[in-house]
Nanobody
Framework: QVQLVESGGGLVQPGGSLRLSCTAS????????MGWYRRAPGKQRELVAL???????NYGDSAKGRFAISRDNAKNTVYLQMNGLKPEDTAVYYC???????????WGQGTQVTVSS
């Protein structure tokens, strides 16, 4: 099994920034599809940012221009830099990665992001 552990969430004021981290218990080299989703209260889970094929990325509409996904394979970690945060970004942010050696995707436990003054 693979554990994905998110960190970096918290309370931030509107306009502020946070950087989320997702560290995997196994190497993410070769894990081409890995990224972030979120679920806000009363809403469905939505895509935030995703590596789709190693270096190619896909962003949800709400994240374009404000958020950036990156990865450090040596640290088995994927990051989400979030700038210009808005109250509507308040949600639990989940890391997800498809590990070919297991032929399945794994989810982290989530990290809460709250944007409020």
């Amino acid at each position: 099994q693979v554990q994905l552990v998110e960190s970096g969430g918290g309370l931030v004021q509107p306009g502020g920034s946070l950087r989320l981290s997702c560290t995997a218990s196994r190497s993410i080299v070769g894990v081409l599809r890995m990224g972030w989703y979120r679920r806000a209260p009363g809403k469905q889970r939505e895509l935030v940012a995703l590596f789709t094929s190693g270096t190619s990325t896909n962003y949800g509409d709400s994240a374009k221009g404000r958020f950036a996904i990156s990865r450090d394979n040596a640290k088995n970690t994927v990051y989400l830099q979030m700038n210009g945060l808005k109250p509507e970004d308040t949600a639990v942010y989940y890391c997800n990665g498809y590990f070919p050696s297991y032929n399945r995707a794994f989810w982290g436990q989530g990290t809460q992001v709250t944007v409020s003054s």
